[in-house]
């Protein structure tokens, strides 16, 4: 997740915390209040838990940072990536383009036999990382969640047609602009008159802390004291498909969810706007962002010290089984 110009790297608490005040009031005001799951402390799959502590190792110990800065380690978590989407069973191509005249490449894997004209449903990850960061929480937690949904969704497909994208540069120097990769992406899909029902990008998902961090607005709203939950950060336009989304996180009692819809786009405040899904926004398209709410929760936030050690894999785990019971929603009757 890229950071708001408004507030200093390795900040916890952004500046514009009055702006996200009138933006919860407002958003409340729409909604009639929150969305809320029943919290659980359910076992997950321990296969599941190892496969991503792996994943975590692999991304920030043994490659560590990211950036465009050490494109030969850029590289070579493109090349990670992509082949544990194709060891799980899945059709991967890139998306190459040139940033500065370095070669990167959005990642982009289908379930075998899906019909390329057929509209579908995106789950995404960028895999950069901001500099001089390990990026476990942002954003190795994301990537590791993808691969496990991925290596779920090949033993069983679910019925909505779905595409898993791990999208290169999201973070400084390329944030919000034409070489962002999920900006490319987006920009192909009119050239190619691909047509996507909904996006989730997951960014920054796998911290958790006794404490959790909320202006004012959201206390008298009665969020959870305690940051054991994951969030859903949906624009307004994207409602229909953010409730879907919901009724899917909701049959998992294992990981707790909350939600928060936003009016006008984000541009109120430019802190929900710091990721991925941004992109599919502005295209008009459904998208949401899945979260952990990353500076309002985990202080390791774009430091050195944003380390696997301080992720909660459990958490992790039962995301991915969220996501499962998510896309099943979507392919439901009458969808």
Do not use: C
């Amino acid at each position: 997740m890229f950071e708001s110009r408004l507030f200093r790297r390795h900040v916890v608490r952004p500046p514009t915390r009055t702006g996200f005040f009138l933006l919860v009031l407002t958003s409340l005001w729409l909604n009639g209040g929150t969305d809320k799951a029943m919290a659980g402390n359910v076992n997950g799959d321990a296969d599941i838990e190892r496969r991503i502590e792996r994943h975590l190792r692999e991304l920030t110990v043994n490659i560590g940072d990211r950036s465009t800065s050490r494109p030969a380690a850029l590289e070579r978590a493109r090349d990670y990536i992509r082949l544990e989407l194709e060891g799980a069973g899945l059709d991967v191509a890139e998306q190459p383009y040139e940033f500065r005249g370095l070669p990167v490449a959005n990642i982009i894997a289908t379930l075998p036999g899906t019909d390329p004209a057929v509209p579908y449903y995106l789950v995404g990850a960028h895999y950069d990382t901001v500099f001089g960061t390990p990026g476990a929480d942002d954003n190795a937690s994301a990537v590791a969640v993808l691969l496990e949904l991925a290596r779920k969704l090949a033993a069983r497909p679910p019925t909505a047609p779905v595409k898993l994208v791990a999208f290169t540069l999201e973070e400084p120097p390329a944030f919000n602009s034409r070489h962002q990769g999920s900006r490319v992406f987006t920009r192909r899909l009119e050239e190619s008159n691909e047509e996507v029902l909904g996006a989730v990008v997951l960014e920054m998902v796998g911290y958790t802390s006794a404490r959790q961090d909320y202006p004012l607005a959201l206390t008298w709203a009665g969020y959870p004291d305690e940051g054991n939950y994951i969030a859903i950060v949906s624009n307004w336009r994207s409602r229909r498909f953010a409730k879907t989304l919901l009724e899917g996180f909701r049959a998992n009692p294992g990981l707790p969810v909350e939600s928060l819809f936003v009016p006008f786009n984000g541009w109120v405040l430019p802190d929900v706007r710091l990721s991925d899904h941004a992109s599919f926004w502005d295209k008009g398209i459904p998208a949401v962002m899945v979260t952990d709410t990353a500076f309002f929760r985990n202080p390791h936030y774009h430091g050195p010290s944003d380390k696997m050690e301080t992720l909660d894999i459990p958490f992790m785990a039962q995301l991915v089984e969220s996501l499962e019971k998510a896309l099943e929603a979507l392919g439901g009757p009458g969808r």
